[in-house]
């Protein structure tokens, strides 16, 4: 049988053949066998390394499992029992962004009336956390379980359908905020189009199907200059990344319904305000700014004209919400099959009252008794848009929506509520 080195150095015509015997040979072999000893050892170093970092990976893996916030019989029974309706043909309702502002709000409402409420939030840290374990305490002591998780997180979502046969899904979770998004734009593509389009691909390979009502935004007007607003107006102009990413949504959405047959209403909220808001909206930080004698930054239109918003009280968006749950239809699939056509909606849910910047700071000033210090400057390039105004006729007529506060009276509820919650007395903190 010929030797490794014979194949190496083959005798044959033409070529030359070693002579074994020869003392350079004898000190080529040895050093030949020792290099191919070498070479031996480091495959063998190499395939110990590469089964290390398997297992390690495998170990990763399996903490990660097992440490996850979620899973378990205990879990899963606090999940069913949140689920559970005790009013006949009541919902049970998947509500995404329930430690947020709206959906909190939602997920009360939803509770009062006897529908059964499952939570989902990431709890973020775009504004303070706090604010929103605060209101998780809220909700679980009103019986609602809130699940803390991503909905990008597609085991989580197969975990919670596959134990819950949910009626209905009210997607409320979101990146929110305009000018954010030129900060961490790719927060907005995680949250607003990926995430929508996992919680979509969940909600179309359930069996049955739940119907799905979402929060788009008034944003997606963008540089329309037709006022009101109206749901048939154009809405390929976005002015910021936030508005296209939520624009992005209402077209996916409309792929799912015609592909999957997923009943799918669309929401367009107008600049939501009240108790338990989100920090980064104008008429919080105004509010914590003046209490603590900062000065604020008001924001003026091309020409001096005071920006203006259609500020919508948030009791009267919880209806709007609770409205379009219950006319929602049936969606038609079923194991991600359609089976024939689904309801496919889109409304603005407004105020119908438009409000300049300059009376919000008055009433503010007015509630909390205090003089705000106020830097009046051009607005910025940032993606806001001079003015907001919505057409909710098609939601009065097909979801019954009657928008009943007005932003004197609802600014007054929201400074009762902060002085409450941050612990102020005749306008100073307690300590």
Same mark, same amino acid.
């Given at each position: 049988? $010929?030797?490794?080195?014979?194949?190496?150095?083959?005798?044959?015509?033409?070529?030359?053949?070693?002579?074994?015997?020869?003392?350079?040979?004898?000190?080529?072999?040895?050093?030949?066998?020792? !290099? #191919?000893?070498?070479?031996?050892?480091?495959?063998?170093?190499?395939?110990? !390394?590469?089964?290390?970092? #398997?297992?390690?990976?495998?170990?990763?893996?399996?903490?990660?499992?097992?440490?996850?916030?979620?899973?378990?019989?205990?879990?899963?029974?606090?999940?069913?029992?949140?689920?559970?309706?005790?009013?006949?043909?009541?919902?049970?309702?998947?509500?995404?962004?329930?430690?947020?502002?709206?959906?909190?709000?939602?997920?009360?409402?939803?509770?009062?009336?006897?529908?059964?409420?499952?939570?989902?939030?990431?709890?973020? #840290?775009?504004?303070?956390?706090?604010?929103?374990?605060?209101?998780?305490?809220?909700?679980?002591?009103?019986?609602?379980?809130?699940?803390?998780?991503?909905?990008?997180?597609?085991?989580?979502?197969?975990?919670?359908?596959?134990?819950?046969?949910?009626?209905?899904?009210?997607?409320? +979770?979101?990146?929110?905020?305009?000018?954010?998004?030129?900060?961490?734009?790719?927060?907005?593509?995680?949250?607003?189009?990926?995430?929508?389009?996992?919680?979509?691909?969940?909600?179309?390979? +359930?069996?049955?199907?739940?119907?799905?009502?979402?929060?788009?935004?008034?944003?997606?007007?963008?540089?329309?200059?037709?006022?009101?607003?109206?749901?048939?107006?154009?809405?390929?102009?976005?002015?910021?990344?936030?508005?296209?990413?939520?624009?992005?949504?209402?077209?996916?959405?409309?792929?799912?319904?015609?592909?999957?047959?997923?009943?799918?209403?669309?929401?367009?909220?107008?600049?939501?305000?009240? $108790?338990?808001?989100?920090?980064?909206?104008?008429?919080?930080?105004?509010?914590?700014?003046?209490?603590?004698?900062?000065?604020?930054?008001?924001?003026?239109?091309?020409?001096?004209?005071?920006?203006?918003?259609?500020?919508?009280?948030?009791?009267?968006?919880?209806?709007?919400?609770?409205?379009?749950?219950?006319?929602?239809?049936?969606?038609?699939?079923?194991?991600?099959?359609?089976?024939?056509?689904? $309801?496919?909606?889109?409304?603005?849910?407004?105020?119908?009252?438009?409000?300049?910047?300059?009376?919000?700071?008055?009433?503010?000033?007015?509630?909390?008794?205090?003089?705000?210090?106020?830097?009046?400057?051009?607005?910025?390039?940032?993606?806001?848009?001079?003015?907001?105004?919505?057409?909710?006729?098609?939601?009065?007529?097909?979801?019954?929506?009657?928008?009943?506060?007005?932003?004197?009276?609802?600014?007054?509820?929201?400074?009762?509520?902060?002085?409450?919650?941050?612990?102020?007395?005749?306008?100073? $903190?307690?300590?």
């Amino acid at each position: 049988m $010929p030797s490794l080195e014979d194949e190496l150095f083959p005798s044959t015509p033409g070529k030359f053949k070693i002579d074994r015997n020869h003392p350079m040979n004898r000190q080529f072999h040895r050093c030949f066998a020792s !290099t #191919s000893t070498m070479f031996l050892w480091a495959l063998f170093l190499i395939a110990l !390394t590469a089964s290390y970092l #398997s297992f390690q990976s495998f170990v990763d893996s399996g903490s990660r499992y097992f440490s996850a916030s979620w899973g378990g019989i205990q879990w899963e029974k606090q999940v069913r029992n949140s689920a559970q309706s005790p009013r006949p043909n009541g919902y049970s309702v998947l509500v995404t962004g329930a430690a947020g502002f709206v959906g909190s709000h939602v997920s009360l409402a939803l509770k009062k009336r006897g529908d059964g409420v499952v939570g989902l939030d990431n709890f973020n #840290s775009y504004y303070d956390p706090s604010l929103k374990k605060a209101r998780k305490s809220l909700l679980s002591n009103h019986g609602i379980f809130l699940v803390d998780g991503d909905i990008n997180d597609v085991r989580l979502l197969d975990k919670l359908f596959d134990v819950v046969v949910f009626t209905h899904v009210m997607h409320l +979770a979101a990146q929110a905020g305009v000018r954010y998004a030129m900060e961490n734009p790719n927060s907005y593509v995680h949250s607003n189009i990926a995430g929508l389009v996992t919680l979509l691909e969940a909600c179309k390979s +359930a069996n049955p199907q739940p119907a799905v009502v979402w929060a788009s935004s008034s944003s997606v007007y963008g540089l329309n200059e037709k006022v009101p607003f109206s749901e048939s107006d154009r809405t390929d102009q976005p002015a910021s990344l936030y508005a296209a990413t939520k624009k992005a949504g209402e077209e996916i959405t409309h792929t799912y319904n015609h592909i999957y047959g997923l009943s799918i209403t669309g929401l367009r909220f107008f600049t939501v305000y009240g $108790p338990w808001g989100r920090p980064d909206m104008a008429y919080f930080s105004f509010t914590r700014n003046i209490l603590q004698g900062k000065p604020i930054t008001v924001f003026r239109g091309k020409n001096r004209v005071d920006l203006a918003r259609d500020f919508t009280y948030i009791d009267d968006i919880v209806k709007g919400c609770l409205g379009s749950l219950d006319t929602a239809g049936k969606s038609t699939g079923s194991g991600g099959k359609k089976t024939g056509p689904a $309801p496919y909606r889109i409304f603005n849910l407004g105020n119908t009252s438009p409000v300049t910047v300059p009376t919000l700071v008055s009433i503010l000033e007015r509630h909390l008794k205090v003089k705000a210090k106020k830097n009046v400057v051009e607005m910025p390039g940032n993606g806001d848009v001079p003015f907001t105004h919505a057409n909710i006729s098609s939601a009065r007529r097909e979801l019954g929506y009657k928008p009943t506060t007005d932003l004197q009276t609802g600014l007054k509820k929201f400074v009762r509520w902060y002085l409450s919650y941050y612990g102020y007395n005749h306008g100073k $903190p307690v300590n």
